[in-house]
């Protein structure tokens, strides 16, 4: 099969998937169990990708063209496929997950929510492996539509306030990204990505490049969270949690971030970024973002919110390091994709875990859960100790590469933010372990059904194995440095 | 070549009377004439498609007595839309009419209405353009004030018909003007002769007012919410998606006489362009906080207008193709999405008799036909991909952004800003619309009513990644227009 | 000869070990750490154990004097420590404190930077599992003890990663550079207990078992030690910091009641003399620093396995409700004495000779050496406070000698005490650097005398009455740290509030847009035609202006 099939049929599996899931609408068994094998099919199409692209050949594809230079066009490259790679391995283990959980609370609608975690999935490869500006935005915007109904799923009120206010900063800031690539593809008829920076954006006008920069930060900011465009995530936590979990841990999220490092590295690239000025106040959201959100996880109460905005936090570490523009930086920021990814699903995973056994989602009502589910709480203890980046795990690593990274681009004072970040993850995820294993009674054992236990244990082990085994062939690090080599100084 | 341009006007018209007489004649007239009108108006699309094959992008001329006829791009697809969507109406409304008295009226009036279309899309000097404009709007008149045992129906018939014979009788004015000073209507010759500044400058003026009414451009907009929502839903798919389409193309047709792009006597397009963005942001206010689902459709067309009219004029103004491109798929994907709004409205409000949106909480459910395609025009009416909505929405800004400098940042800008409002109210819309309301019944509704909306909902969705059949024929309309002032 | 590097002992050993039950278990723990200590004195100089990780060759053995120095002491201190903590069967105390020991001496033998910080990081996790282990008060204070180390290795992460990309090389040495040199202080400095990042020094060691507590005396401070010995940024500010800290901890320590606590507090003052020592630079400073960890290291765990014997015995662990042991725990009471005669500086026991290196390095810092002798006063004040108090004074709180192990730990720690104290070449031989300094000269002698009796009159004359032990009325640092948690949790809330008011008012703001846009549509008809007036009258405007163009 050749490689530009594999490509096409990375992106389109899941879209092909969801319309047979609706057919199995009265057979959960036999729906769920294409659901796992769509996401298998897609990781290992995705994975079947990677040797190509260290050789330095790019599959790529057109799939169809509306206009000279307007195409929805494929490309498989490092930074691509480290996003798709990771995305749909933790896809699978969030179907599996899934299963679980939504048998356990006995959901409703599942048909529904399998068939539009398949169009997401879809849609978020089509992001990471878009070769242009509009074919990025074109998916994008899908993601936003077929991830709406997972949000409401439940259908209350407030259910659906979340979603409107979801759309609102999506579709909002999917309008400011299409606003840039009209004004773009208007003056300069090129939108297409290329490694450095698109070389039709330096013939634009001054102004007009900078209000493209802003326009494209501002709308991917939106799904990126940066403070302030962060307000829509926290509320979105109402979704189910492994919709909390992999889109917006793993696939929305990290959308919103992949396209800021497209934005900055392969779209404006690194000359035009400090040309227009965009470097210093880029730091300084990314910065603030880091900051400012770790303060509001400390005061939340509800578990899923303190994971959120851990989240938004964590995130504006890529950004940071995608804006620092050193090679270094953007190695940490790449793997901080994978690493961040790992252990934060695996958080939400026992989030989810704890909701399913005892109903409960406030931190304060957590005391002794580490006697009842130790295994679940020990993988928690794991993810906690990965986002204060302490080895030997994952976030160690990009941490690293993200400070050496600060310390060739002569931003060294950036590094007091990320050891202010260390110091606040450990300050808002201690006091859960602390609550878990060191308060309460003791209570019976009663940890989740293996079908939950095991993807908690499984991505918790994951950030684990990444962290220490960074020479894993074709692995996210083996990835991230392929790019960053590629990244001139 | 001189019987065929007149063609498709002659069917429609023709058609009209027969429509009328055998409903009259026959029993179940009714189920009559709806038929006669869905074989005429077939007929007459294949007509245009014939025409459109045959004249290639050179307008072509036909003198038949005192009428001169002019074929070229912009008239061919105008004529397909107005015919294309004609036909899905009039099969929708042989269910949806089924129980009103005076079906034939109402057919033959439909196929006036489009006579009156297929007219101005054939015109080929002032006056006729002038004459057809006046068959369209009395047609229209009419069909809006359709049932005369409703008030509001009246009331917005009455309102209708002063405003926009006002807007007429101004048009008409302008016309005059134009014959003042250059001594003929004719489209041909006006193109190359020039008129005097001063008179060319009233003119013009008077032109985009009078018709901006029939167009709702803002601020001459208020007359249409009223009519538009106490049409027949099948009437006001065809007045929001091609009615006031045809105005505002009937104003491009006689404003490209002073000359188009940089040979332009005057900047009427950049005029054009920021009443576009004026009508495009009262628009989509005033759409916000309505309850009443076809009023809401109603105040979203005026906004689209905007989007449709910034594409026009800036294509005008600067010779920007694309931007004519964008614009006039926009007048093509307005009339399927708008089109199918409607008429899925219509599916609802036929259903469970009202048009209140809290009422109708969890209709688009029980009926999802209406539900789900509703819920694809909302999104492609709001620029959201994978939708034919999204594209020409894309073209229009990648033209408008030609416009050069901050100007053209401006208009992007404004135009994707309107956008993201226009969620503010399709939204909520949506939401409502397929929430859970608890209750377990599945009406089912007629194909011939679902059958035209689903196909319009899929032909949106196939524009929006194959546009080529479409946008060859509209880049053949554009050329007209840019390449107008050289015959 | 093995050349492999002490931690994979402790490391692999520890679990395996910890599988055995009852005795086999006790013995196969100072078994371990026996063989541990052999390997580590057995030792080459030399490099090896490189092993690939990330992009870079890390460099897992990195065997000079400075290292070989500093990892004897801790595989010394390790084997008599696990002696002592053998009398106790909780192992899971056992496992984390060799963890901690393994981690430890990873970090010293380290030869790069990212080794060195994986190590760092797994003493602050491996430390403050001992310190959770023992549950109850513990658990809140380790908490905070965790959010300072991690502190302090995030600011040594990045101090240390600058300093890679300055100098392009991995291998673990001197600093150069502003940024580098001050993240890496900072962040040693939090290990250490520069002041006022030392508070979680006083409020965690005094909580966990009292077998911790010895493990915890060691390690974490020291290994700090020797990384600015290392990474040497020579640097006069730390040099007086070092005296700082030994004046601060010094006035702390006369205050406590709490007996733990009390030497929690000279540890932050006696960490002071090597720090100044080794701020100073020069190569007596560092000779005289790390001496000093050597010796401080021996009666600093004593004075811990000592109190620790008499907290075990009477159940007690403030001052106030203690007296009269010194006849009913007699060992127990000779160990601490040698302890505290050495930690107090008397001639002939192994403090006197390092802490005459170190005041003789602070020779030409003039400042420095003052705050020194301060600290040398208040040093055998203090520990003259704890022996009255507890030993000599009468009382009748009942107690005895503790079990075998502890007894033998404490004698052999004692012992080297005294015989570093009688013969320095001892010490001198392994020293990093070859060392000139002379402890029997008279100057010295004096010097010390002089200090030592003016203490001890002090406190025969005043100190008795002065100094009785009660709760403590000063308040450290904490105050100063609880009150900004305070702050930064209400100043969240409020921004947290502001972010709701903008996005809400933004909304009602276009939601009143609308509303008001809508009082544009009256369904007059009237209105209707003024607004088509509206639009002839716009459309003039517009050709006026261009017919004027």
Not at chain 1, 177 to 187: F, K, R, S
Not at chain 3, 301 to 312: N, T, Y
Not at chain 3, 425 to 453: C, K, M, N, Q
Request: proline residues 5%.
């Amino acid at each position: 099969m050749s490689l530009d099939f594999a490509l096409l049929l990375t992106v389109f599996v899941p879209f092909l998937a969801a319309p047979g899931i609706l057919a199995l609408r009265r057979r959960p068994n036999p729906r769920e169990a294409l659901s796992v094998v769509t996401a298998i099919v897609t990781f290992v199409f995705s994975a079947s990708l990677l040797p190509s692209v260290f050789t330095g050949s790019s599959p790529e594809v057109v799939v169809f063209r509306v206009a000279p230079g307007l195409a929805v066009h494929l490309r498989a490259d490092p930074l691509g496929l480290l996003f798709a790679t990771v995305a749909s391995f933790l896809w699978i283990l969030t179907t599996v997950y899934s299963i679980g959980y939504m048998r356990d609370l006995r959901e409703h609608a599942q048909t529904r929510y399998y068939a539009f975690f398949a169009l997401v999935i879809g849609a978020t490869m089509g992001v990471a492996l878009s070769a242009n500006l509009f074919s990025l935005l074109v998916f994008y915007e899908i993601l936003t539509v077929s991830t709406y109904p997972l949000v409401v799923h439940e259908e209350s009120e407030d259910a659906f306030r979340a979603g409107r206010k979801y759309l609102v900063y999506t579709l909002g800031g999917g309008g400011a990204i299409l606003a840039a690539t009209a004004i773009v593809y208007g003056l300069a008829g090129d939108v297409s990505f290329v490694a450095g920076g698109n070389p039709a954006l330096r013939e634009l006008p001054t102004q007009v490049a900078q209000a493209v920069a802003f326009l494209l930060v501002a709308g991917f900011g939106v799904k990126a969270t940066l403070v302030p465009l962060h307000g829509w995530l926290p509320s979105a936590m109402i979704a189910p949690t492994p919709v909390s979990g992999l889109l917006h841990a793993v696939a929305v999220v990290k959308a919103g971030v992949f396209g800021l490092l497209r934005t900055l590295h392969f779209f404006l690239g690194p000359g035009l970024v400090v040309g227009l000025g965009l470097q210093p106040i880029l730091l300084a959201v990314a910065a603030t973002t880091i900051l400012v959100a770790s303060l509001f996880a400390l005061v939340q109460d509800n578990l899923k919110l303190r994971l959120a905005y851990s989240t938004i936090s964590q995130l504006s570490y890529i950004v940071l390091g995608a804006a620092l523009l050193s090679p270094a930086a953007l190695l940490g920021a790449a793997f901080h994709i994978a690493a961040h990814g790992f252990a934060k699903l695996s958080m939400f995973f026992v989030a989810g875990s704890i909701f399913v056994e005892t109903g409960k989602t406030r931190v304060s009502e957590l005391d002794g859960i580490g006697r009842r589910m130790p295994r679940t709480m020990l993988a928690f203890t794991l993810s906690a100790m990965a986002m204060a980046s302490l080895p030997p795990f994952a976030p160690f690593v990009s941490k690293w590469y993200l400070s050496v990274g600060a310390g060739e681009a002569d931003q060294a004072i950036l590094i007091l933010v990320l050891v202010t970040s260390s110091v606040l993850n450990i300050a808002y995820f201690l006091p859960i372990v602390v609550r878990a294993f060191f308060t309460g009674e003791p209570a019976r054992r009663a940890e989740g059904r293996p079908a939950l236990l095991g993807p908690v244990l499984a991505t918790a082990i994951g950030a684990l194995v990444l962290g220490l085994w960074t020479g894993l062939p074709y692995g996210p690090y083996e990835i991230a440095r392929f790019l960053a080599r590629g990244m001139t100084p | 070549m001189t019987v065929a341009p007149f063609l498709p006007i002659l069917l429609l018209a023709g058609g009209a009377v027969l429509a009328f007489t055998v409903g009259r004649a026959v029993r179940r007239g009714g189920d009559a004439s709806a038929a006669t009108a869905v074989v005429v108006l077939g007929a007459s699309f294949v007509s245009f498609l014939l025409l459109g094959g045959s004249s290639g992008s050179t307008p072509a001329y036909a003198p038949a007595g005192e009428v001169t006829l002019r074929v070229d791009g912009l008239g061919i697809f105008l004529g397909l839309v107005g015919t294309g969507l004609g036909l899905a109406v009039a099969l929708y409304s042989f269910a949806y009419m089924r129980h009103e008295r005076e079906r034939p009226t109402y057919n033959a009036l439909l196929l006036l209405l489009i006579a009156g279309i297929a007219g101005i899309a054939l015109a080929g000097d002032l006056f006729n353009l002038y004459v057809f404009f006046e068959l369209m709007a009395v047609a229209s008149y009419a069909l809006v004030a359709f049932h005369r045992e409703r008030a509001e129906a009246v009331e917005a018939g009455m309102k209708y018909v002063i405003i926009s014979g006002t807007g007429s009788a101004i048009a008409l004015l302008g016309i005059g003007f134009v014959y003042l000073g250059a001594g003929t209507l004719d489209l041909a010759s006006l193109s190359t002769s020039a008129l005097p500044r001063d008179l060319a400058l009233l003119a013009a003026g008077l032109l985009v007012v009078g018709f901006g009414v029939k167009a709702a451009v803002v601020p001459m907009h208020t007359w249409l919410p009223d009519a538009h929502a106490a049409a027949p839903s099948g009437i006001s798919a065809m007045l929001s998606g091609i009615v006031i389409q045809s105005g505002l193309l009937a104003m491009v047709r006689a404003l490209a006489i002073f000359g188009v792009g940089p040979s332009s006597a005057f900047s009427y397009g950049l005029l054009l362009a920021f009443l576009a963005v004026l009508t495009m942001t009262v628009g989509n206010l005033i759409a916000m906080h309505q309850r009443d689902i076809k009023r809401l459709l109603a105040y979203s067309s005026i906004a689209q207008m905007g989007y449709i009219l910034l594409g026009l004029g800036i294509g005008l103004e600067y010779g920007i193709a694309i931007a004519l491109v964008g614009g006039l798929f926009h007048i093509l994907n307005h009339a399927l999405m708008k089109g199918g709004a409607f008429l899925a409205a219509g599916v609802l409000q036929d259903t469970y008799g009202t048009r209140d949106l809290d009422k109708l909480r969890g209709a688009g459910r029980r009926i999802p036909a209406a539900g789900l395609t509703f819920a694809l025009f909302a999104l492609g009416l709001a620029g959201v991909p994978p939708t034919a909505g999204f594209l020409s929405k894309l073209f229009i800004a990648t033209g408008a952004v030609q416009a050069g400098g901050a100007l053209g940042v401006f208009f992007v800008v404004a135009l994707i800003a309107n956008s993201v409002l226009s969620l503010a109210y399709y939204v909520p819309a949506l939401t409502g619309l397929l929430a859970r309301n608890g209750t377990r019944d599945s009406p089912r509704a007629s194909w011939l009513l679902t059958g035209p909306v689903i196909a319009f909902a899929v032909l949106v969705l196939l524009l929006g990644v194959w546009p080529d059949p479409a946008l060859r024929l509209i880049e053949d309309a554009a050329r007209t227009l840019l390449g107008g002032a050289q015959t | 000869m093995i050349a492999a590097p002490p931690f994979l002992i402790f490391l692999v050993g520890a679990p395996v070990v910890l599988l055995a039950r009852g005795r086999a278990r006790r013995v196969g723990l100072v078994v371990l750490a026996g063989l541990a200590l052999a390997l580590t004195l057995l030792l080459p100089e030399g490099v090896g154990w490189t092993v690939r990780f990330m992009e870079y060759d890390l460099v897992l053995l990195r065997a000079d004097r400075l290292s070989l120095f500093t990892g004897y002491v801790f595989a010394l201190i390790t084997f008599l420590g696990v002696l002592y903590a053998a009398a106790f069967a909780r192992p899971w105390l056992h496992l984390y404190a060799l963890l901690y020991a393994g981690t430890s001496l990873g970090a010293v033998f380290a030869g790069d930077v990212v080794t060195l910080l994986i190590f760092w990081e797994g003493m602050a996790i491996t430390s403050t599992l001992l310190v959770f282990e023992h549950g109850g008060a513990a658990v809140g204070a380790g908490y905070r003890y965790l959010l300072f180390h991690v502190l302090g290795g995030a600011l040594l992460a990045g101090g240390l990663a600058l300093q890679v990309v300055e100098s392009g090389s991995l291998l673990l040495g001197p600093v150069s550079g502003s940024w580098p040199s001050f993240l890496t202080a900072l962040g040693a400095g939090v290990n250490v207990g520069f002041i006022p990042l030392h508070t979680w020094l006083p409020d965690t060691y005094p909580r966990p078992h009292i077998a911790a507590s010895v493990f915890l005396s060691v390690y974490t401070t020291k290994a700090g030690v020797y990384l600015l010995a290392r990474t040497s940024p020579a640097v006069e500010a730390i040099a007086l910091m070092g005296g700082a800290m030994a004046v601060y901890g010094v006035v702390f320590a006369l205050a406590q009641n709490d007996m733990r606590k009390l030497l929690s507090y000279h540890i932050v003052s006696q960490v002071g003399y090597m720090v100044a020592g080794v701020g100073l630079g020069t190569v007596e400073g560092i000779n005289g620093g790390m001496a000093h960890v050597f010796n401080h290291i021996l009666y600093k765990a004593l004075l811990f396995m000592a109190v620790g014997a008499v907290i075990h015995a009477t159940g007690q662990h403030v001052m106030d409700r203690l007296g009269g042991l010194g006849r009913r725990m007699p060992v127990t009471a000779v160990t601490f004495w040698i302890a505290a005669l050495s930690i107090s500086g008397v001639p002939g026991f192994n403090g006197y000779v390092s802490k005459g290196m170190v005041i003789a390095a602070s020779e030409d810092l003039l400042p420095l050496r003052v705050l020194l002798e301060i600290a040398s006063f208040g040093t055998f004040l203090s520990f003259l406070k704890l022996g009255y108090f507890v030993f000599l004074r009468e009382g009748d709180t009942p107690g005895r000698d503790p079990p075998w192990p502890m007894q033998s730990a404490q004698v052999g720690t004692a012992a080297l005490c005294v015989a570093i104290g009688a013969y320095p070449a001892l010490l001198f031989r392994i020293l990093p650097a070859a060392s000139a300094y002379d402890p029997w000269t008279p100057t010295h002698l004096l010097e010390a005398g002089l200090v030592l009796a003016g203490a001890a009159a002090t406190f025969v004359t005043v100190g008795r009455v002065v100094l009785a032990p009660h709760e403590p009325r000063v308040r450290d640092a904490d105050v100063a740290y609880e009150a900004a948690g305070r702050a930064l949790v209400r100043f969240t809330q409020g921004l947290a509030r502001g972010f709701a008011v903008v996005y809400d008012g933004f909304v009602a703001a276009v939601s009143q847009a609308g509303r008001s846009a809508r009082r544009l549509q009256t369904g007059d008809l009237n209105w209707n035609v003024a607004g088509v007036a509206l639009g002839i009258l716009l459309v003039l405007l517009w050709l006026l202006w261009e017919g004027a163009a």
